[in-house]
């Protein structure tokens, strides 16, 4: 069996420096910790649990709790986080707080109860938990004050918004599926900055949202820039029983590139998120917490990418009805 003498040997450091690079502890570059853990995964190197605990007091787990697993969006998150905690020798406890804020509190509790080092958590819209007595990184937004890494909503709302403006949109509704949500929030203030200060932008939130657009492609609205593909998915569909083509009639985009984009018709334009990146330096924040590092002062964004495809055209260039500007529907 694969060892950290072995690892050490073949990447000519100590031991103690592979130990640290593994474990997130001490001062290891992070080009040199990359080639140590590639090392060790080549070699089928898996720490034992049982040794760690009894040398450090720590049990090697860590704790996760999601927001909701049946959003295809946040297993594509545990998943990347996951990865990245074998890759330092950890494991990881799953709860799914099933869009509760009490069982979001409940769940913390039990994990720590369960001994686990510290907690990664993607919290409920509109709340900013914390772990009692245990290292704790948040994966949220930049507008949440104890985010500590996130997607750039801000900025791949912004790419969105430009791509639609490039194209010749200047009148657009904006998607959103709840208010309370600081990242469609966010997006939305992406989106309009991405669209500019002459775009005559109407805001729509939730079911009553759904319904009304297409009576707003009907009052001149030729793009529809959702904050989530799951909500460009259900705008498809009321636009199509509506008789409206995409992008025929109306122009519309999504939100994280979730697999089944490409397996609409037409094919979604959305933005993608770096989740390895995030889920890596989420976990080497946590690893450095519990190591008894300092947190980062303020929050990491990473960039998006935008993804055109073929639900985005140049607007038809019939005449219709302007829509009014900076307005918005309840849900």
Not at 50 to 62: E, N
Not at 253 to 269: I, K, Q, V, Y
């Given at each position: 069996?694969?060892?950290i003498?072995?690892?050490?040997?073949?990447i000519?450091?100590?031991?103690a420096?592979?130990?640290?690079?593994?474990?997130?502890?001490g001062?290891?570059s992070k080009?040199?910790?990359?080639?140590i853990?590639?090392r060790?995964?080549?070699?089928?190197?898996?720490?034992?649990n049982?040794?760690?605990?009894?040398?450090t007091g720590?049990?090697?787990?860590?704790g996760?709790v999601?927001?909701?697993?049946t959003n295809p969006l946040f297993?594509r998150?545990?998943?990347n986080?996951?990865?990245?905690?074998?890759?330092r020798?950890?494991?990881?406890l799953?709860a799914d707080s099933?869009?509760?804020?009490?069982r979001q509190?409940?769940?913390?509790h039990q994990?720590?109860?369960?001994g686990v080092?510290g907690?990664?958590?993607?919290?409920?819209?509109g709340?900013?938990?914390?772990?009692p007595?245990l290292?704790?990184?948040?994966i949220?937004?930049?507008?949440?004050p104890?985010?500590t890494?996130?997607?750039d909503?801000?900025?791949?709302?912004?790419?969105?918004?430009?791509?639609v403006?490039?194209l010749g949109?200047?009148?657009?509704?904006l998607?959103g599926?709840?208010?309370v949500?600081d990242v469609?929030?966010?997006?939305m203030?992406?989106m309009?900055?991405?669209?500019?200060?002459d775009?005559?932008?109407e805001?729509?939130w939730?079911d009553a949202?759904l319904?009304?657009?297409p009576?707003?492609?009907g009052q001149g609205a030729t793009?529809?820039?959702?904050?989530?593909?799951?909500?460009?998915?259900a705008?498809?569909?009321?636009l199509?029983?509506a008789?409206?083509?995409?992008?025929?009639?109306v122009?519309?985009?999504?939100?994280?590139?979730l697999?089944?984009?490409t397996?609409m018709h037409p094919a979604l334009?959305t933005?993608?998120q770096d989740?390895s990146?995030i889920?890596?330096?989420a976990l080497?924040v946590?690893?450095?917490?519990?190591?008894?590092?300092e947190r980062?002062?303020t929050?990491?964004?990473?960039?998006m990418?935008?993804?055109?495809?073929?639900?985005?055209?140049?607007?038809?260039t019939?005449?219709r009805p302007?829509?009014?500007?900076?307005t918005?529907?309840?849900p």
């Amino acid at each position: 069996m694969a060892s950290i003498k072995q690892i050490a040997q073949d990447i000519g450091v100590s031991a103690a420096t592979v130990s640290n690079a593994l474990t997130g502890k001490g001062r290891v570059s992070k080009e040199l910790a990359e080639r140590i853990r590639t090392r060790a995964e080549e070699l089928g190197y898996r720490p034992s649990n049982a040794a760690r605990a009894l040398k450090t007091g720590q049990s090697g787990i860590l704790g996760l709790v999601m927001p909701d697993l049946t959003n295809p969006l946040f297993p594509r998150i545990a998943q990347n986080l996951s990865i990245a905690a074998e890759a330092r020798g950890l494991g990881i406890l799953i709860a799914d707080s099933r869009g509760s804020e009490a069982r979001q509190n409940e769940a913390l509790h039990q994990l720590v109860g369960r001994g686990v080092d510290g907690v990664v958590i993607v919290p409920q819209k509109g709340t900013s938990p914390e772990a009692p007595g245990l290292p704790m990184v948040t994966i949220n937004t930049a507008r949440d004050p104890r985010n500590t890494v996130s997607a750039d909503h801000v900025g791949g709302g912004a790419l969105i918004g430009a791509h639609v403006r490039a194209l010749g949109h200047r009148n657009v509704v904006l998607l959103g599926g709840d208010r309370v949500s600081d990242v469609q929030q966010d997006r939305m203030r992406g989106m309009r900055e991405g669209l500019g200060a002459d775009a005559g932008v109407e805001t729509e939130w939730g079911d009553a949202g759904l319904a009304a657009l297409p009576e707003r492609v009907g009052q001149g609205a030729t793009a529809i820039l959702a904050t989530s593909d799951l909500l460009a998915l259900a705008a498809l569909s009321h636009l199509a029983r509506a008789g409206l083509g995409v992008p025929r009639d109306v122009s519309l985009t999504g939100f994280d590139d979730l697999p089944f984009a490409t397996a609409m018709h037409p094919a979604l334009t959305t933005t993608a998120q770096d989740v390895s990146a995030i889920a890596d330096y989420a976990l080497e924040v946590l690893t450095g917490l519990i190591a008894g590092a300092e947190r980062p002062e303020t929050g990491h964004a990473v960039p998006m990418r935008l993804v055109p495809r073929a639900s985005t055209a140049a607007p038809r260039t019939d005449t219709r009805p302007k829509i009014p500007t900076n307005t918005e529907r309840l849900p």
